[in-house]
């Protein structure tokens, strides 16, 4: 099987152009607002309902759910698109932390210290004080993201993954964990980490031989 970025691009076509899109508005953003008056734009904002959504939504984002698609996909579908899936989540999260220690910058619990009463925390939710840069969740949850449309033949799911990544980048900002400019990078991380990724690792020969498109529960048809 040929791949390259180019063929990477044109299975995930959609997603990308809406996420480009998508990232232009960011950026937009970025320029007319300040890091603190976006924090605290979305930070003013909140309810119990919300409170309640994010703190558990924010886990589409974590590590653990990634390796737990792939391992429905191990078992019902085939053993490449676990491994594409899996590998594709350790090479960006690698990535990931190295820019994390790289960076060291800090969360918004400790840039804020000197006006922690007039921050809104949600209860239980254990706030981390460092390694802001980038947003880890968000870096897994649009590497997962670009996987799955790599899989899907239906360009509308496209849409439906796109926006679960974006609201798991802004459970990050909802949650006090990161701020704006974190989930962002993360989000770029994670697309172009998987892209190149994908279109290396996708065109070894190995991947593509018959016993790898078996599933533990599923077998081709011979």
């Not at 099987?1 to 152009?17: A, C, D, P, Q, Y």
């Not at 932390?97 to 918004?108: H, M, N």
């Not at 016993?211 to 077998?219: A, E, M």
Request: glycine share 4%; net charge positive; with cysteine.
């Amino acid at each position: 099987m040929n791949t390259g970025i180019k063929s990477v691009l044109n299975r995930i076509n959609v997603f990308f152009v809406l996420y480009l899109l998508v990232l232009c508005i960011c950026l937009t953003f970025k320029l007319i607002y300040t890091r603190e008056e976006i924090y605290f734009a979305v930070n003013s904002r909140y309810n119990e309902a919300a409170d309640l959504f994010f703190q558990y939504y924010t886990n589409i984002g974590d590590g653990l759910f990634t390796i737990a698609i792939a391992a429905v996909l191990l078992l019902f579908f085939s053993y490449r698109k676990a491994f594409l899936l899996a590998t594709s989540y350790a090479v960006s999260s690698l990535i990931a932390q190295i820019l994390k220690f790289a960076f060291d910058a800090p969360r918004p619990k400790l840039y804020f210290s000197s006006k922690l009463e007039g921050i809104h925390f949600v209860k239980d939710v254990h706030v981390y004080t460092l390694h802001s840069f980038p947003s880890g969740h968000s870096v897994t949850a649009f590497s997962t993201a670009v996987v799955l449309c790599y899989f899907v033949r239906q360009k509308a799911w496209s849409i439906v993954l796109l926006v679960l990544a974006i609201f798991a980048g802004y459970s990050r900002m909802y949650l006090s964990e990161h701020f704006f400019e974190d989930v962002v990078a993360g989000s770029v991380t994670g697309v172009i980490i998987t892209v190149l990724w994908l279109s290396w690792i996708d065109g070894k020969q190995f991947l593509n031989s018959p016993k790898w498109q078996n599933g533990l529960l599923k077998k081709q048809s011979s």
